[in-house]
């Protein structure tokens, strides 16, 4: 009676990993349906969430073992009892620990980071770079960990993109579905990191996926849920920032105040901006002149910040301690502006030195400290009809980042969510519209967008500006065994008036030309060298360059608008 009984649950137990076995090949081949990708999509932000809480706790480690404190929100105040030289060499170490990292694992020297991601999600199917993106993890978190002056979330942001990338090439994921994953590992890690669940969905559709369709929306919440509730399990429902006092608003009478507070945020965001970027080209340019191996130059930046910090030890990782002060009231007014001009210098040298972080939280700080120093006169000149001090601290801190990071509305809720302060809102969003549009004008858009602009990814224009740039003309041409090929004796008459286009470029510089000489097609050739003549590979004809084109457009469209 067990024999028929055994064979029947074996039968059982081969149809269901054969049911099992071809439900993972339909996922691999045919992409997950909307039920298994809300699976995945709970399943990464769980994952993310989990790696967004142990790089946290990776920094609480290292700065325990460097200063001798894990709590980061009380960092600089420690580090103000410590030997002056122990303040000064713990950078250093750092610096040149991360110099090796990024030397050896990266082409570049360079620390990866939430532009990176936003490059990938537009331009590489949502995939990220994952041994250059894991190297960055390391040194990011050596870098706040020993004294760095940056934030957490860049790091965090793209080794949640790791994650989703590694996903979204083991289920061949197309374009879309890998561009919704990085979505939601983004979501995940960002809520994770600082307890913010609708800012770090925000965060995702607006910074990063830089859209809000439809589609997207539902996995994107239950993984930005799912790494609110990792945070929530270790840290309990607690927000980072814990107001002393509470702020009030005369609102029709203090309400241009913020106005002008907004302002002011959005020249103070540009000037942390373009004050990093200085300060990468001049650290370039010193270390192309002087001839500086690329892995000495976080030790040079460390050495620099922590000179720094032995007078002013304030600059000191992502500045928690000096921003819960401000928003708290607890500083002067001479002390709240020497502070913002040292945070922003302490931000350049460590961009500049490529030492790894984000910008978000240094943007916060910044921010706060404008907020309070522009309260402490405003309320001085009007005391009457001015609300608290701490309100235009709290609402110069959005402004900042919301500046910064061209987010007005991720970062407006952020801002609330870190605080669980929601009854200023009015006043917040007025300094942030204010910042944004702004700070939009003064740079490409937002710090990422300009980022990349820098490196000659122009993301910034839009889809119609950057689509040109992923079409490589050996792709889109017709060659010699084309149906309908270009005349070969024609090709060469072109080539020999100058009209003509290498096969490494892209539509990008073949769209101008057709433009300007008005033919049919272009040759494309292969260059040899100055006494060699042009290899003529095939024709690159207008009508298909613009049909791949207008295919482009209409699919991210239709994306957006799904």
């Given at each position: 009676?067990?024999?028929?009984?055994?064979?029947?649950?074996a039968?059982?137990?081969?149809?269901?990993?054969?049911?099992?076995?071809?439900?993972?090949?339909?996922?691999?081949?045919?992409?997950?349906?909307?039920?298994?990708?809300?699976?995945?999509?709970?399943?990464?932000?769980?994952?993310?969430?989990?790696?967004?809480?142990?790089?946290?706790?990776?920094?609480?480690?290292?700065?325990?073992?460097?200063?001798?404190?894990?709590?980061?929100?009380?960092?600089?105040?420690?580090?103000a009892?410590?030997?002056?030289?122990?303040?000064?060499?713990?950078?250093?170490?750092?610096?040149?620990?991360?110099?090796?990292?990024?030397?050896?694992?990266?082409?570049?020297?360079?620390?990866?980071?939430?532009?990176?991601?936003?490059?990938?999600?537009?331009?590489?199917?949502?995939?990220?770079?994952?041994?250059?993106?894991?190297?960055?993890?390391?040194?990011?978190?050596?870098?706040?960990?020993?004294?760095?002056?940056?934030?957490?979330?860049?790091?965090?942001?793209?080794?949640?993109?790791?994650?989703?990338?590694w996903?979204?090439?083991?289920?061949?994921?197309?374009?879309?579905?890998?561009?919704?994953?990085?979505?939601?590992?983004?979501?995940?890690?960002?809520?994770a990191?600082?307890?913010?669940?609708?800012?770090?969905?925000?965060?995702?559709?607006?910074?990063?996926?830089?859209?809000?369709?439809?589609?997207?929306?539902?996995?994107?919440?239950?993984?930005?849920?799912?790494?609110?509730?990792?945070?929530?399990?270790?840290?309990?429902?607690?927000?980072?920032?814990?107001?002393?006092?509470?702020?009030?608003?005369?609102?029709?009478?203090?309400?241009?105040?913020?106005?002008?507070?907004?302002?002011?945020?959005?020249?103070?965001?540009?000037?942390?901006?373009?004050?990093?970027?200085?300060?990468?080209?001049?650290?370039?340019?010193?270390?192309?002149?002087?001839?500086?191996?690329?892995w000495?130059?976080?030790?040079?930046?460390?050495?620099?910040?922590?000179?720094?910090?032995?007078?002013?030890?304030?600059?000191?990782?992502?500045?928690?301690?000096?921003?819960?002060?401000?928003?708290?009231?607890?500083?002067?007014?001479?002390?709240?502006?020497?502070?913002?001009?040292?945070?922003?210098?302490?931000?350049?040298?460590?961009?500049?030195?490529?030492?790894?972080?984000?910008?978000?939280?240094?943007?916060?700080?910044?921010?706060?400290?404008?907020?309070?120093?522009?309260?402490?006169?405003?309320?001085?000149?009007?005391?009457?009809?001015?609300?608290?001090?701490t309100?235009?601290?709290?609402?110069?801190?959005?402004?900042?980042a919301?500046?910064?990071?061209?987010?007005?509305?991720?970062?407006?809720?952020?801002?609330?969510?870190?605080?669980g302060?929601?009854?200023?809102?009015?006043?917040v969003?007025?300094?942030v519209?204010?910042?944004?549009?702004?700070?939009?004008?003064?740079?490409?858009?937002?710090?990422?967008?300009?980022?990349?602009?820098?490196?000659?990814?122009?993301?910034?224009?839009?889809?119609?500006?950057?689509?040109l740039?992923?079409?490589?003309?050996?792709?889109?041409m017709?060659?010699?065994?084309?149906?309908?090929?270009?005349?070969?004796?024609?090709?060469?008459?072109?080539?020999?008036?100058?009209?003509?286009?290498?096969?490494?470029?892209?539509?990008?510089?073949?769209?101008?030309?057709?433009?300007?000489?008005?033919?049919?097609?272009l040759?494309?050739?292969?260059?040899?060298?100055?006494?060699?003549?042009?290899?003529?590979?095939?024709?690159?004809?207008?009508?298909?360059?613009?049909?791949?084109?207008?295919?482009?457009?209409a699919?991210?469209?239709?994306?957006?608008?799904?």
């Open positions: 009676m067990l024999e028929p009984e055994a064979s029947i649950w039968e059982k137990r081969r149809a269901a990993a054969a049911a099992l076995q071809k439900a993972w090949h339909v996922l691999r081949t045919r992409g997950p349906s909307q039920f298994q990708f809300w699976i995945i999509a709970l399943l990464i932000g769980i994952a993310a969430g989990f790696a967004a809480l142990l790089f946290r706790k990776g920094i609480n480690a290292l700065q325990y073992l460097a200063y001798g404190t894990e709590d980061m929100a009380r960092i600089h105040s420690h580090a009892s410590l030997p002056w030289y122990w303040v000064l060499i713990v950078p250093i170490l750092g610096g040149l620990a991360v110099g090796v990292i990024l030397h050896r694992f990266t082409p570049d020297g360079r620390a990866r980071s939430v532009a990176d991601v936003i490059e990938g999600a537009a331009l590489h199917e949502g995939r990220v770079e994952k041994r250059a993106g894991v190297a960055s993890v390391f040194a990011s978190l050596i870098t706040l960990g020993t004294g760095g002056s940056s934030g957490r979330e860049g790091p965090v942001v793209h080794m949640a993109g790791i994650i989703s990338s996903v979204s090439n083991r289920i061949n994921a197309d374009g879309i579905t890998g561009r919704d994953l990085l979505g939601c590992a983004v979501a995940a890690a960002v809520s990191s600082f307890n913010a669940p609708i800012a770090g969905a925000l965060f995702a559709l607006e910074v990063v996926l830089r859209h809000f369709a439809v589609h997207a929306f539902a996995p994107i919440v239950i993984a930005s849920v799912a790494g609110t509730v990792i945070n929530r399990l270790e840290f309990g429902d607690i927000t980072e920032f814990n107001l002393l006092q509470s702020s009030a608003l005369e609102f029709y009478v203090e309400l241009p105040a913020f106005l002008i507070l907004g302002l002011i945020c959005g020249l103070v965001a540009t000037a942390l901006m373009h004050a990093i970027f200085v300060a990468e080209g001049f650290a370039g340019h010193v270390q192309r002149r002087i001839n500086l191996p690329r000495l130059r976080p030790a040079v930046a460390g050495a620099l910040l922590g000179a720094l910090a032995i007078w002013f030890p304030h600059i000191i990782g992502v500045g928690y301690e000096t921003t819960t002060a401000a928003l708290s009231g607890e500083l002067l007014l001479h002390e709240a502006v020497v502070f913002a001009v040292l945070k922003v210098v302490a931000v350049a040298i460590t961009f500049g030195g490529r030492m790894g972080g984000g910008i978000f939280s240094p943007s916060l700080m910044v921010g706060a400290l404008t907020g309070l120093a522009f309260g402490l006169i405003a309320t001085a000149l009007l005391p009457d009809v001015s609300g608290s001090v309100l235009y601290a709290l609402a110069g801190m959005g402004a900042v919301a500046a910064v990071l061209g987010a007005p509305i991720s970062t407006t809720l952020i801002v609330f969510e870190l605080t302060d929601w009854q200023t809102g009015i006043a969003m007025v300094a519209s204010m910042s944004t549009a702004l700070g939009s004008r003064l740079v490409r858009r937002s710090f990422f967008l300009t980022q990349l602009d820098r490196r000659n990814v122009r993301l910034a224009a839009g889809p119609q500006a950057y689509l740039a992923m079409f490589r003309v050996t792709k889109l017709r060659g010699a065994d084309h149906e309908h090929p270009a005349d070969e004796a024609e090709c060469w008459e072109l080539i020999e008036n100058g009209i003509y286009i290498d096969g490494n470029a892209t539509l990008e510089l073949a769209m101008p030309i057709f433009d300007r000489v008005g033919t049919r097609f040759p494309v050739v292969t260059l040899g060298g100055e006494d060699q003549p042009p290899e003529l590979l095939g024709a690159l004809f207008h009508v298909d360059a613009l049909k791949a084109y207008n295919r482009a457009l699919a991210v469209s239709e994306e957006e608008h799904s």
